[in-house]
């Protein structure tokens, strides 16, 4: 994710905070990776920048991995939701596991302008 702060009062934010601004793809048959990465249009921009790295873990199934499961009709539509509860109000057959995508996040990277160097 890129954000730039706002030069001025009013400044529309929209082309302010990119998210997602780059993606990268981890090997699938490695528990782990490297990223690195640059960004080419700093200097031109000509302003402050602040970064986060956000990592998406491949989905895996969790006990109430949502909150909600549900019925699909043949369209996809979720046309009958139901709360995983664990108790005597979910059915005995019901695992609750549902696919999740733990995250993780970096803590801001920010670069001033005119004091960044190669």
Known sequence: MRI???????????DLIEDPWRTFRCPADTDS???EFRDDDFVG???????????????????NGTNLACEYDENGLCVNPRMCSG????????????????????????????QATD
Do not use: H, M
């Not at 730039?4 to 929209?14: H, I, T």
């Not at 921009?45 to 006990?63: E, H, M």
């Open 4 to 14: 730039r702060p706002q030069q001025r009062a009013g400044e529309p934010l929209d």
């Open 45 to 63: 921009a000509a302003r402050d920048a602040v970064y986060y790295v956000r990592a998406i873990q491949a989905p895996t199934p969790k006990i």
């Open 87 to 114: 108790n005597y109000l979910t059915d005995v057959d019901d695992d609750c596991l549902a696919d999740a995508e733990e995250r993780a996040w970096s803590s801001p990277i920010f670069l001033a302008y005119g």
């Open 33 to 35: 990776c490297t990223v």
